[in-house]
């Protein structure tokens, strides 16, 4: 099979891999976790060790097939180091410039810091968690190698609709095997489907932008640990690096995750990227 053109066999192989591969690495965690009492980091990093091993594999057999590969899906190249500070600034400004404007906007109150010894190593193990578990392998197959098949075919635009689209439908089809195999609820919100979608467009744009699918990952893990360590202060203060009181329940995952971090992402970056290429045109 050619891997210059688009092939339909190929996009439907890196889906379905991807998502066997989060169905049994998820379920591998959590049957040490319930059954074994392992502690939930500890069988959450196991399943990222899965995950990332499994994509560093068919990453090793493609490169064998194809020696470009990793340079196409964007391991071995950079647009400038300027776009790349750039890139790594964004996320970082959006978040402090969300958390002022929310406190001197009345959103949240008290606000204080909670460097406890528990709280930063519960960071520092679910950011190599997050890493090995989301961020790598997911950045790998969905804006690396099942973008890279899209690109093929459709134009950029084109493609960066079509593969959040794609990202949604990863994880319903994950929640379908366990519905299936478990007898699991299926649950799926319209609030999570508008995330992905948005949040899979920002991921992209910030590989476009830079270059680098190294940057997604940076910019996927800090959208997590923010989401997790950050907005979710006023919920859950045990685990909280920023303790706060807000308005209202979910204020700051909908003010500082969402609107912030992802949907001002996509806004700062199609900016930087429409100036680009007026320049280009020049």
């Known amino acids: 099979m050619n891997s210059l053109k688009f092939s339909i066999s190929r996009l439907l192989l890196y889906f379905i891999l991807v998502s066997l591969f989060v169905f049994v690495s998820g379920n591998v965690g959590q049957y040490f976790i319930e059954t074994q009492g392992m502690n939930r980091q500890i069988g959450m990093l196991l399943s990222g060790v899965i995950f990332t091993g499994l994509t560093l594999f068919v990453l090793y057999i493609l490169k064998r097939k194809n020696s470009e590969v990793l340079k196409n899906i964007g391991f071995k190249r950079v647009n400038s180091s300027s776009k790349l500070i750039i890139g790594i600034a964004l996320p970082f400004i959006l978040l402090v410039s969300g958390i002022l404007t929310a406190y001197l906007f009345g959103g949240i109150e008290n606000v204080s810091l909670n460097l406890t010894t528990n709280v930063i190593i519960s960071v520092l193990i679910n950011t190599v968690t ?4 989301e961020a790598f392998p997911e950045e790998v197959f969905m804006r690396g190698l099942i973008f890279d098949e ?3 075919k459709f134009r950029f635009i084109i493609s960066l609709i079509l593969q959040p689209l794609i990202f949604i439908c990863l994880p319903i089809t994950v929640i379908a095997m366990q519905s299936i195999f478990f007898s699991a ?14 949040f899979g467009i920002a991921l992209q744009l910030y590989r476009k932008y830079t270059g680098t699918i190294w940057m997604n990952i940076i910019f996927h893990i800090v959208f997590l640990e923010v989401g997790r360590y950050i907005s979710t202060g006023g919920n859950d203060q045990e685990v909280a690096l920023l303790m706060f009181d807000e308005t209202f ?3 700051m995952t909908l003010y500082l995750s969402f609107l912030f971090i992802v949907v001002f992402s996509v806004v700062v970056l199609s900016l930087l990227l429409l100036i680009d290429k007026r320049k280009n045109q020049l």
Do not use: Q
């Not at 609820?185 to 948005?198: S, V």
């Open 130 to 133: 997050a890493f090995m578990y």
């Open 150 to 152: 899209l690109h093929k």
């Open 249 to 251: 329940g979910g204020f």
């Open 185 to 198: 609820p299926f649950a799926i919100t319209i609030d999570y489907i508008i995330l992905l979608f948005t």
